[in-house]
Nanobody, 130 residues
Framework: QVQLVESGGGLVQPGESLNLSCIVSGFTLNDYSVAWFRQVPGKEREGVSCVTTYNGKSWYTNAVKGRFTISRDIAKNTMYLQMDNLKPEDTAVYYC???????????????????????WGQGTQVTVSE
């Protein structure tokens, strides 16, 4: 059974950091392209960062470039999102997602199209506030 479980969210002040984790089971992380999305109430789910597994290249939305870092620990079947210099506008529920080799997102994860992803975690809340 495929499962993605996020953790690491919380309440922080502007300028602080958080490191989100996503433990996957039911498939091998190295065989899938993976991504982090975020969503605030009333808005569409937004792509934050992704990795195309066939070349290991990472991608970021402009709003987080230079502040967020995506990584994977294949041995632990876990992906991470290191978030530094957090801003109030980063407040959202963060989701990890995975795309199998038959999905468009497998090769073009930077398109950040939610419907291209096959598996999702339950989300973890990140709140950045004074």
């Amino acid at each position: 059974q495929v499962q993605l479980v996020e953790s690491g969210g919380g309440l922080v002040q502007p300028g602080e950091s958080l490191n989100l984790s996503c433990i996957v089971s039911g498939f091998t992380l190295n065989d899938y392209s993976v991504a982090w999305f975020r969503q605030v109430p009333g808005k569409e789910r937004e792509g934050v960062s992704c990795v195309t597994t066939y070349n290991g290249k990472s991608w970021y939305t402009n709003a987080v470039k230079g502040r967020f870092t995506i990584s994977r620990d294949i041995a632990k079947n876990t992906m991470y999102l290191q978030m530094d210099n957090l801003k109030p506008e980063d407040t959202a529920v963060y989701y990890c997602a995975a795309a199998n080799p038959q999905s468009l997102a497998f090769d073009y994860c930077s398109g950040f199209v939610p419907s291209w992803y096959d598996y999702w975690g339950q989300g973890t809340q990140v709140t950045v506030s004074e």
